[in-house]
């Protein structure tokens, strides 16, 4: 009976190991920045307050339908390409 105590607390202490070294494995420290960021540019989201007209309902002798005018936010997405880098001017010295 002791014999079998002390196999399967070998074979807990076993996986406990192979747990904590497999969740300390070294993780990367490099940061990637790649959402919205492509080689020819970046999106650009801009807010802009636009009409647009609204059918309301107002009782009088009968039902009428009003227009009225409402000025919502929209979101306005651009692709805003990026400048040339700009040229060194040790790109064009003789090297010696």
Known sequence: MRVNTLWCSLIIFEVWLLITVAS?????????LT?????GGIWKTKMHWK???VKHWE???MWVPIWRKIWT????K????????AKSRHWNMPSY
């Open 24 to 32: 300390a494995a070294p993780k990367s420290d490099k940061i990637h």
């Open 59 to 61: 009782a009088r002798q």
């Open 51 to 53: 009409a647009h007209w």
């Open 35 to 39: 959402d919205g960021i492509d080689i």
């Open 78 to 85: 651009e692709w805003v390409p990026l400048p040339p880098p």
């Open 73 to 76: 936010p929209v979101e306005m």
